[in-house]
């Protein structure tokens, strides 16, 4: 039956509720003491699936594309890894936008970029949700900012400069559609809460994608 398949499905969904909350609960952002910041999520062992039964045909087709189990026992959930080591080249490549110039370059850039923070994230229940973060695209496009403060800690100056431009570039380019610039002014907006200061975007640059 239907009912039991949307059970079937739901079952296979092990942290993926729990990495939601992280966007919706009230997040916290700090990293004065040194290069990673620490984010405040719900608790979660990681030891078993969450009831979660998809509400969308979307969604329930991209979970029957998630078969890789969540390694348990995650490490803990509550704050992130000191440890895992960001491979800020890869990343580098990836937010790179000197070869995007179509409204189909810049949707590939900022769904290539959402799932590598997933994958980056010193997160533990942000990384398990990156392989069914790409196959359902809205799950990467809703944890984007979450995951992007996680990495942004692990990133050093330079990278940080960097990246910062690529951001400033696509807020100005031609051909990017509402729903990325949306997402961009999100992330701003969401980085406020870091105590170091944020996103060092052009004023200017914000204020004239100010409705």
Known sequence: SN???GRSASQRIDSIDHAMLLYESAVQVSGSTGASSIVSIPEYDG???IDLVPSSGNLAQAVETYEQPVAAPLQSPLSVSNNRRIDQATLQRIWDVSQRSSSDDWEEWMRRLAIEFLRQSPSPSLRACASLAQAYQ???RELFSAAFACCWGGLSDAYRKNLVSALEAAFVAH????EI???LLNLAEFMEHDP???LPIEIGILANLAP
């Open 196 to 198: 170091n200061g944020g």
């Open 47 to 49: 030891t078993g699936p």
């Open 181 to 183: 610039l949306q997402a």
């Open 3 to 5: 009912a039991k398949e």
């Open 175 to 178: 051909n990017v559609s509402p």
């Open 138 to 140: 809205p799950l990467a």
